[in-house]
């Protein structure tokens, strides 16, 4: 579907510049922009090889299991049936570490074995995702960002002045996003579970 999305738009642009006469700039962009994403890229690339160690070092030196007792109260309140310590706990712990400090792709590994842990859990329909797997998923979409790093480093490389001036909107889209998913997803487990019982 995507791939339509971006070929549509890409057509549109290159029928809107030969109409308007603008084709010349059309074509200094497309090779322009290949270059920036290039950089970009390289730029990117060190900032998360850097933080995904991190997290594997955290893993590895029992950071993580830290990290999920300290969570653990979120945790319980948020994923009932979840156990202190497995690894269902420490997998959502380690993602939402990651997301809070804005590594989305550091997050993801650590996403995957949480779906994989919660999938585990009981359930009467194997087919089907619990409660617990999609309050996560949706947990994992919103995620609130205390240091939006991947953002910063966008600006940064864009020669922003004040890369992080803008950590306030993030927090308060952060914020809602997450609280506004949460009330969603616990609202229609209650009402899932009220017709499962009517």
Do not use: H, Y
Request: charged residues 10%; positive net charge.
């Amino acid at each position: 579907m995507m791939s339509w999305i971006f070929g549509l738009l890409l057509l549109f642009s290159i029928v809107t510049a030969f109409f308007n006469g603008r084709t010349q700039e059309v074509t200094a962009a497309v090779l322009n922009t290949g270059d920036n994403a290039v950089d970009l890229a390289l730029t990117l690339c060190g900032s998360l090889c850097l933080w995904n160690g991190f997290m594997n070092v955290a893993q590895k030196s029992g950071l993580s299991q830290k990290l999920s007792q300290w969570l653990f109260p979120l945790v319980k309140r948020l994923f009932p049936g979840v156990s202190k310590g497995s690894a269902a706990a420490q997998a959502i712990t380690m993602n939402l570490a990651a997301n809070l400090l804005g590594l989305g792709n550091a997050a993801t590994p650590f996403g995957i074995r949480a779906v994989r842990e919660l999938a585990k859990q009981p359930r009467k329909d194997p087919s089907s995702a619990t409660d617990n797997i999609i309050l996560f998923v949706v947990l994992n979409t919103a995620s609130f960002q205390m240091i939006p790093t991947t953002t910063v480093l966008l600006r940064a490389s864009a020669n922003s002045s004040a890369p992080m001036e803008v950590a306030p909107a993030i927090w308060l889209a952060s914020a809602v996003s997450v609280s506004c998913g949460i009330a969603a997803a616990k609202l229609f487990a209650l009402l899932g579970r009220r017709n499962r019982l009517g």
